[in-house]
């Protein structure tokens, strides 16, 4: 009943044209993590974050009927958003599944994208923490501020547990082969995806520093300034710092648009609108995640 009611709420906007009002030369940033094959399962654990490759298509379609696909490259040079509005595509952490799954849609559809990288996983091949089997999604939300828990959780996975976990990240040479497509383009997402707000302020730094370094040195081309705090655990403690980087602005969890890039307001804690798996799969809800992006 609650999905029946948003999607007639939201229908009546689009068809009023009041969705395009709302957003007129507005972006929408949006929120993925992983894309799976429409004929296997979705990959534990946080199974509603990855969503049908089939579903992420036929959403992305909608989406260009009414606003314009837009790189974030473009939106931090200053292009004009266009009068009907706009949306951009994301992806969080670095999934081997962006490359295999996603890519070849946005490919095929020439949308561009841009995936914020955890490096460590990359890098050094290390799992997240709650890949490790034995956490529920409750479990896992309640030990997102226990280091210590989280690291005995991960204690428990043998080396070749680790290994294999690892091969559902990227690997630099995926990066840097979908760098010099074009098409997309890579953030940092930290190098650890430890919760930043929680880290003293050189450690936080030093995370930050370390994903971006690594990111420019790997995919010189394709790197865009620009940082996804992971978890949305945003700080502003460390503004002059980020900048001193040379990074240019930040992405949060909270729903809503942006304007253009020269006006920087909340610019280190930009919004972006999550799109799980429900929402990908009901053509229905749709029109109400854009009517969430105020």
């Known amino acids: 009943m609650r999905t029946l009611v948003k999607s007639l709420l939201a229908r009546a ?28 399962p979705p990959p534990p654990p946080m199974q509603n974050l990855a969503v049908n490759a089939g579903d992420f298509r036929r959403l992305l379609l909608w989406l260009r009927e009414r606003h314009e696909p837009f790189a974030l490259g473009d939106w ?13 595509v994301t992806f969080d952490d670095g999934w081997a599944d962006n490359y295999h799954h996603a890519w070849p849609i946005l490919r095929e559809l020439k949308i561009p994208a841009t995936i914020f990288l955890s490096t460590s996983a990359i890098e050094n091949r290390s799992p997240f923490w709650w890949q490790v089997p034995g956490l529920s999604d409750a479990e896992i939300e309640r030990l997102k501020n226990s280091p210590e828990a989280q690291t005995a959780h991960l204690a428990t996975c043998s080396p070749a547990e680790k290994a294999k976990l690892a091969e559902d990240f990227l690997t630099w040479a995926h990066v840097m082969e979908m760098a010099r497509d074009g098409l997309l383009t890579f953030g940092a997402h930290g190098h650890r995806h430890a919760l930043l707000d929680g880290l003293s302020r050189a450690n936080a730094l030093a995370d930050i520093r370390t994903s971006w370094e690594l990111l420019r040195s790997n995919a010189p081309n394709g790197a865009v300034p620009l940082l996804a705090w992971p978890n949305g655990n945003a700080r502003t403690d460390l503004n002059d710092e980020w900048a001193g980087l040379g990074l240019r602005a930040a992405f949060g969890t909270a729903r809503g648009t942006c304007s253009a890039a020269a006006q920087t307001t909340a610019i280190w804690n930009l919004p972006r609108n999550n799109v799980d798996r429900h929402t990908a799969a009901e053509p229905g809800l749709w029109p109400w995640l854009l009517l969430r992006a105020k």
């Open 76 to 88: 931090l040079a200053g292009k004009p958003l266009p009068e009907r509005g706009a949306f951009a």
């Open 13 to 40: 906007c689009d068809a009023t044209g009041g969705l395009r009002r709302q957003h007129a030369n507005r972006l929408v940033v949006l929120t993925f993590h992983r894309v799976c094959p429409d004929d296997a």
